[in-house]
């Protein structure tokens, strides 16, 4: 009769590979993943694991400075209009498991468990999270970037030959000339500093892909050796723009995205944004973690689980949406 217990020494075997497996799998990048990596929204781990929800501030500065006299009384008035929001924090998480016979035969033959294992299981989380990060999840309360109440709709120009009329590209055709769209642009950068009276100007535009590589190939114009995008850096010298496939209108309306107003897309979406630490945050109360192996039948069963929270933006006027190009 077989033993269904793994030896001592099998069992130390298998300790020893996951602590070295996890060593490695906890250092690995995922370029293709920006968001779960931290690289476009900064994650804050000032809460600790464990938390369920937590109340943040919204606020939006009201009032200007002007020029005033030595004995002036008349002061302009400046306040912040505050309202408070609850965020939530969820577990997501996967397992993978490593069968009694693996592990003999990693043992008898001399080498390393497989560490594709873990390595499949970090990747899912981290994709789960970057796709979190940006859409959010309506049935768990969590609000992502691409639906946040707390941003400004911007109305695209309609002067566009296609359907929608606001539209740069449809069925893979440019329907706006590189003038309109250069428009588009610099009025939608604008529009943050619009928006926070000259308090922010933001950094970051994020294009959907193809309309992103429509910017790159193109040129300026006929004559011009320069594209759209080459223009566009440098008439907006401290703003980077960056491609995003999730902000492809099939990707947003299978996700349910609505943009910032409600109504049905009828195309895609690009984003404005004001990157600072005072601006916007994920919460990351606990990264991807490797929790203790159990025995279940004749496997050991690795589970993995992370704390995360939704997108707190906390200065709206430093963020706009553009629908429907």
């Known amino acids: 009769m077989p033993n269904d217990r793994l030896s001592r020494e099998d069992d130390a075997f298998l300790s020893r590979e996951l602590q070295k497996i996890e060593r490695d799998v906890i250092k690995t990048d995922y370029p293709d993943m920006p968001f779960a990596e931290g690289k476009i929204i900064p994650f804050s781990r000032e809460l600790p694991p464990g938390v369920e929800t937590y109340i ?22 400046v306040d912040i209009d505050f309202k408070e929001a609850i965020g939530k924090i969820v577990t997501i998480g996967n397992e993978f498991a490593y069968t009694f016979r693996d592990i003999r035969s990693a043992k008898v033959a001399g080498r390393s468990l497989n560490s594709e294992l873990m390595l499949s299981s970090k990747e899912a989380t981290t994709r789960f999270f970057n796709e979190m990060i940006q859409y959010g999840d309506s049935i768990h309360g969590m609000i992502g970037l691409y639906n946040n109440p707390n941003v400004t709709e911007f109305a695209v120009s309609t002067v566009g030959s296609g359907s929608p009329n606001t539209a740069w590209y449809v069925a893979e055709i440019a329907v706006k000339t590189p003038d309109q769209i250069i428009a588009d642009v610099n009025s939608f950068i604008i529009s943050i500093t619009t928006l926070s009276k000259g308090t922010r100007r933001a950094n970051l535009v994020l294009l959907p892909l193809v309309h992103y ?19 566009l850096e440098k008439t907006n010298p401290t703003v980077k723009f960056m491609a995003v496939e999730e902000l492809n ?77």
Do not use: C
């Not at 919204?58 to 302009?76: Q, R, T």
């Not at 005072?278 to 279940?296: A, E, F, G």
């Open 56 to 77: 943040y501030r919204i606020s939006n500065i009201l009032g200007m400075s002007k020029i005033i006299s030595n004995n002036a009384n008349d002061l302009p008035r």
């Open 213 to 231: 590589a429509h910017l790159v190939t193109t040129p300026r114009s006929a004559n011009s050796d320069t594209t759209i995008l080459g223009w």
């Open 249 to 325: 209108i099939t990707r947003l309306t299978a996700k349910g995205i609505l943009g910032p107003a409600g109504g049905a897309l009828t195309g895609s979406m690009m984003m404005a944004l004001t990157i600072a630490k005072d601006t916007i945050k994920v919460h990351l109360p606990m990264p991807y973690k490797v929790q203790p192996t159990y025995q279940l039948g004749l496997e050991m069963v690795t589970p993995t689980e992370m704390e995360i929270g939704g997108v707190d933006i906390r200065k709206p006027y430093a963020f706009a949406y553009a629908k429907n190009i």
